[in-house]
């Protein structure tokens, strides 16, 4: 079965940066697509970074555009999210995320309950 492990969260101060990791195994076809996804205390989660394997197509939610980037090693299966000049609006729980019925060439952040497979979570906390 796939499984997704992430790491690399932790707790900066504003400005800070950090690079989380998911790990994917546990299945044989390739990957369409991945994405990062997150959820603040207690509201939703939401869309924070995807990309599409056909193109290496990426799509940001806006209010990390400029500031984070998303990244696949299709050879070690990591997908990783590099996340600069963080703030503390960016402190939530940070999950990884394969495949919500996409194509490899698709676009666009989808809503999450379309999203068939998660990571754990892992928590990020950027204080002021």
């Known amino acids: 079965q796939v499984q997704l492990v992430e790491s690399g969260g932790g707790s900066v101060e504003a400005g800070g940066s950090l690079t989380l990791s998911c790990t994917a195994s546990?299945?044989?076809?390739?990957?369409?697509?991945m994405g990062w996804f997150r959820q603040p205390p207690g509201k939703e989660r939401e869309g924070v970074a995807v990309?599409?394997?056909?193109?290496?197509?990426?799509d940001y939610n806006d209010s990390v555009s400029g500031r984070f980037t998303i990244s696949l090693d299709y050879a070690k299966n990591i997908l990783y999210l590099q996340m600069n000049n963080l703030k503390p609006e960016d402190t939530a729980m940070y999950y990884c995320?394969?495949?919500?019925?996409?194509?490899?060439?698709?676009?666009?952040?989808?809503?999450?309950?379309?999203?068939?497979?998660w990571g754990q979570g892992t928590q990020v906390t950027v204080s002021s």
């Open positions: 990309i599409y394997a056909g193109r290496d197509t990426t």
């Open positions: 546990g299945y044989t076809d390739s990957v369409h697509c």
């Open positions: 995320a394969r495949d919500w019925g996409c194509s490899a060439y698709g676009q666009g952040i989808p809503w999450p309950g379309d999203v068939n497979y």
